[in-house]
């Protein structure tokens, strides 16, 4: 009999059983150490990166918080088994580091601290997560096989998938190559017409999900027509050559307001890190991982804000998708053609709760908790190159503010 291997990383990985699951907590921490071993080949063991936005959160800080998070979760948490239900604040054992919550607990180290604070250089932080890494496999060796008690291993799992993708954009502001291909240049496919339904938003299935994608929200939906893939470089050259962003008609009064902040520093004549912009054909040159890039006419925009993306929109006639319309078409448009997983993508709708929504237990010790970007952040769906496959499901929902860049977001649109 031939066993079939486990896969690691695979998008059911949410409901992953505790063998699969521990397979995977260890390619997590692998792809971790392997981002900063290229970290450390470009910058030395103290990961410092002057070229970061302000703004930034060091990548020491983000990995140490990884290992911190999964600690203070299982390894140190007696209520661990509770899962969801588990109160924020209960007792909590030492950790393994006696300096870890000085450094990682971001209850005590504030964002704006961050690039100031004296952190573990590479070899100790190293420690650190094969050591933590130790201990939560060993733990899971020994927890029931049920939703409640695989909770925050799933958690840890996804939370360091996700923080993995902020060090690649953390490598991208500071010029450093993590060997991640880019998106492939792509065919034009004409757009996906979808008749009209009743849709169910919300996470349905047995598994880890964040609290933002958790309770239920039924819509009609009315046909439709979207993209088949996401808008690409010809396309938003085009854009830029008629005046896209000296328009005021096309841009969204806070997006206007925001270009202008914009043009009184370094002026914004395209999305983040492009260089150079070729009307004839449709190529920009954009600085990826720190070597200028021509990226072709048919490659996915990348580091688009929502403001961007919204008034792209307005110029071509055209509008973001609903989130139930994106879903929708992810879900039953592939074989007619819908592509997605290239790069996150902006939609139409602001960040709120659906109904049934109650925050995770975890969430504001992981600053992800959405209850503060209610009513002010845009959401994203989808997942981009630097996301792990396991992250990639249709009804997986990210958000961020309407400004924000960093990432490696692009967008689609629907008809009018």
């Not at 393994?96 to 450094?103: K, Q, Y």
């Not at 291993?153 to 690649?168: C, F, I, Q, T």
């Not at 008629?242 to 902040?261: F, K, T, V």
Request: glycine share 8%.
């Amino acid at each position: 009999m031939t066993l079939e291997p486990i896969t690691a990383d695979a998008p059911d990985m949410r409901r992953a059983s505790r063998d699969r699951l521990s397979v995977a907590l260890m390619d997590a921490r692998n792809h971790t150490l392997h981002a900063l071993g290229r970290l450390d080949g470009s910058l030395g063991p103290a990961l410092a990166m002057p070229l970061l936005p302000a703004d930034a959160t060091p990548p020491a800080w983000v990995a140490g918080h990884v290992a911190w998070l999964a600690e203070y979760w299982i390894a140190r948490n007696p209520q661990r088994a509770l899962g969801p239900r588990c109160p924020r604040d209960g007792v909590r054992t030492a950790s393994v580091d006696p300096g870890a919550d000085s450094w990682f607990d971001p209850s005590l180290v504030p964002p704006a601290q961050r690039g100031s604070l004296v952190l573990p250089e590479l070899p100790a932080l190293r420690a650190y997560l094969l050591e933590t890494l130790e201990i939560t496999l060993d733990l899971l060796d020994h927890t029931a096989d049920t939703e409640d008690a695989l909770y925050f291993h799933r958690m840890a799992l996804w939370h360091e998938d996700l923080r993995g993708e902020e060090l690649a954009t953390l490598a991208q502001a500071g010029g450093v190559s993590l060997g991640l291909a880019l998106p492939a240049a792509v065919a034009a496919r004409a757009p996906v017409l979808l008749p009209a339904t009743q849709w169910t938003l919300g996470w349905t299935e047995a598994g880890f999900a964040l609290d933002v994608e958790c309770g239920r929200a039924t819509v009609d939906v009315p046909e439709f027509e979207i993209d088949a893939q996401p808008v690409g470089w010809a396309q938003y050259v085009e854009f830029i050559d008629d005046g896209g962003y000296d328009r005021q008609e096309l841009w969204h009064p806070e997006g206007w307001a925001w270009l202008q902040r914009e043009a009184e520093r370094d002026g914004r004549r395209g999305p983040r890190y492009v260089d150079q912009i070729g009307v004839a054909s449709g190529a920009v040159l954009q600085t990826m991982f720190g070597k200028p890039t021509r990226m072709s006419g048919s490659q996915p925009v990348l580091h688009a804000t929502w403001w961007e993306a919204d008034a792209w929109a307005r110029w071509a006639g055209r509008r973001l998708p609903t989130e139930a319309e994106w879903e929708i078409a992810a879900v039953h448009a592939a074989r007619q053609g819908f592509r997605w997983g290239d790069v996150r993508e902006w939609t139409a709708g602001t960040l709120r709760p659906w109904p049934g929504f109650e925050p995770a237990p975890w969430a504001a010790h992981a600053e992800l908790d959405a209850q503060g970007a209610f009513g002010r952040a845009r959401v994203q769906r989808g997942a981009s190159f630097a996301s792990r496959a396991r992250m990639k499901h249709p009804k997986a929902r990210w958000w961020a503010l309407p400004e924000r860049d960093e990432g490696f977001v692009g967008f689609r649109t629907c008809a009018v």
